[in-house]
């Protein structure tokens, strides 16, 4: 994962508007959540990305997860609430480095990141890394 400046990343999702890191960060720090739907830990990491995502910035990225459409149907079947990026090659994951699923990097509001981790976490980890990313 990159250290420093985020790259670029100006995309759109799934629901077909328009996502734009950099014009976010503008309004504080923003969540990216590097993701599958073929992910054992991401079952338990999405939903609580999800209830972040009700009060913070978050853009989610689905790695090699089927259609815009599939992708679609899995976070409607379970529940999930956040913005979304398909990236079904993984060409945009490999940009940003990724490695494993789950994996979350927060940019702060100079562009930078902030912060970044994998595997399991809580809501409660989660919202604490955005505050500190304030």
């Given at each position: 994962m990159p250290k420093g400046q985020a790259p670029?990343?100006?995309?759109?999702?799934?629901?077909?508007?328009?996502?734009?890191?950099?014009?976010?960060?503008?309004?504080?720090?923003?969540?990216?959540?590097?993701?599958?739907?073929?992910?054992?830990?991401?079952?338990?990491?999405?939903?609580?990305?999800?209830?972040?995502?009700?009060?913070?910035?978050?853009?989610?990225?689905?790695?090699?997860?089927?259609?815009?459409?599939?992708?679609?149907?899995?976070?409607?079947?379970?529940?999930?609430?956040?913005?979304?990026?398909n990236d079904p090659s993984g060409a945009l994951s490999n940009q940003w480095g990724l490695r494993v699923t789950p994996t979350i990097a927060i940019v702060n509001r100079e562009g930078e990141v902030s912060t970044v981790t994998s595997g399991m976490t809580s809501r409660w980890g989660l919202a604490a890394r955005m505050w500190l990313a304030d």
């Open positions: 670029q990343l100006v995309q759109q999702a799934i629901d077909g508007q328009p996502i734009d890191l950099q014009s976010m960060t503008e309004n504080g720090p923003v969540l990216i959540y590097f993701w599958a739907t073929w992910c054992g830990f991401c079952r338990v990491v999405s939903p609580a990305v999800s209830d972040l995502a009700g009060g913070h910035q978050v853009i989610s990225i689905a790695l090699q997860s089927g259609s815009p459409e599939e992708v679609a149907a899995y976070q409607q079947k379970h529940g999930l609430n956040f913005r979304t990026i």
